[in-house]
């Protein structure tokens, strides 16, 4: 079996150029839910934006790395990766907002560094997402770990729960990703990548509940997003991550 070899010097290169992108340009997808929302000055505001970024904050850097299974990546990843958001903040004249320690508060000074995350899938392709999250979002998401009793009503309980809580900080309309099952740490990363995803879930039990999801909010969201992943018999743990109206992403294949 043949294995094709890709050198983090292109993962640099490619991070750096996606994060200046995700900072000015929304994706075309998102563009058309704000556009159907129908609120003239958020539409006003991406299209005159030119080369100033969407939002003064700039966000932590979340990077997702589809890995094909037949790709091996040559270097330091991690450090790969960081430099290309040190590139992209200069670059890109973008706020520095990561602190070294949680406590300690000092800045680093070049936004780094990214939170990192992997998935292996079949092939030999490479892709990645860079997408960054400003904390007026961030902090309003929310994991319970729900008994199965709780069942179906009490996930939609909780999700329309912490949508409505977020909605007076988190820059109207949002974009609600739900992540249902797996462990604690699982329901979260599947929450906040589903802000991501344009197209509903392939399964139509999960499609017809985001869209009742969304019927419930669509005063102030422009959709809603889930996730589902085989979970233990004694837990039922969900997750909500919320998007701002400036759902900022953008990925390239190498």
């Given at each position: 079996?043949?294995?094709?070899?890709?050198?983090?010097?292109?993962?640099?290169?490619?991070?750096?150029?996606?994060?200046?992108?995700?900072?000015?340009?929304?994706?075309?997808?998102?563009?058309?839910?704000?556009?159907?929302?129908?609120?003239?000055?958020?539409?006003?505001?991406?299209?005159?934006?030119?080369?100033?970024?969407?939002?003064?904050?700039?966000?932590?850097?979340?990077?997702?790395?589809?890995?094909?299974?037949?790709?091996?990546?040559?270097?330091?990843?991690?450090?790969?990766?960081?430099?290309?958001?040190?590139?992209?903040?200069?670059?890109?004249?973008?706020?520095?907002?990561?602190?070294a320690?949680?406590?300690?508060?000092?800045n680093?000074?070049?936004?780094?560094?990214?939170?990192?995350?992997?998935?292996?899938?079949?092939?030999?392709?490479?892709?990645?997402?860079?997408?960054?999250?400003?904390?007026?979002?961030?902090?309003?998401?929310?994991?319970?770990?729900?008994?199965?009793?709780?069942?179906?009503?009490?996930?939609?309980?909780?999700?329309?729960?912490?949508?409505?809580?977020?909605v007076?900080?988190?820059?109207?309309?949002?974009?609600?990703?739900?992540?249902?099952?797996?462990?604690?740490?699982?329901?979260?990363?599947?929450?906040?990548?589903?802000?991501?995803?344009?197209?509903?879930?392939?399964?139509?039990?999960?499609?017809?509940?985001?869209?009742e999801?969304?019927?419930?909010?669509?005063?102030?969201?422009i959709?809603?997003?889930i996730?589902?992943?085989?979970?233990?018999?004694?837990?039922?743990?969900?997750?909500?991550?919320?998007?701002?109206?400036?759902?900022?992403?953008?990925?390239?294949?190498?």
């Amino acid at each position: 079996m043949s294995v094709r070899q890709i050198d983090a010097g292109r993962l640099t290169d490619a991070v750096a150029e996606l994060y200046v992108q995700a900072c000015l340009v929304l994706p075309e997808w998102v563009k058309e839910r704000l556009y159907a929302f129908g609120n003239p000055y958020i539409i006003e505001n991406f299209e005159k934006n030119g080369n100033i970024p969407l939002c003064q904050d700039t966000g932590m850097a979340a990077v997702y790395l589809e890995v094909g299974q037949d790709v091996h990546l040559t270097g330091d990843i991690p450090a790969a990766v960081d430099e290309g958001v040190r590139r992209a903040v200069k670059a890109g004249y973008l706020r520095s907002s990561i602190v070294a320690d949680p406590l300690r508060r000092q800045n680093t000074g070049d936004n780094t560094p990214a939170a990192l995350y992997y998935d292996i899938v079949p092939g030999d392709k490479l892709k990645i997402t860079v997408a960054p999250r400003g904390f007026g979002c961030e902090n309003k998401a929310r994991i319970a770990m729900l008994a199965p009793a709780d069942g179906i009503e009490g996930v939609k309980a909780f999700v329309l729960e912490t949508a409505k809580m977020a909605v007076p900080d988190a820059c109207p309309p949002v974009m609600i990703g739900v992540g249902i099952g797996g462990n604690f740490d699982r329901a979260a990363y599947m929450a906040k990548k589903a802000t991501l995803r344009p197209e509903p879930n392939p399964d139509p039990f999960y499609a017809g509940m985001e869209q009742e999801l969304y019927e419930a909010t669509k005063k102030f969201s422009i959709g809603v997003r889930i996730t589902a992943a085989p979970t233990h018999i004694a837990g039922l743990p969900c997750a909500v991550s919320i998007g701002c109206h400036s759902l900022r992403c953008a990925s390239e294949e190498l």
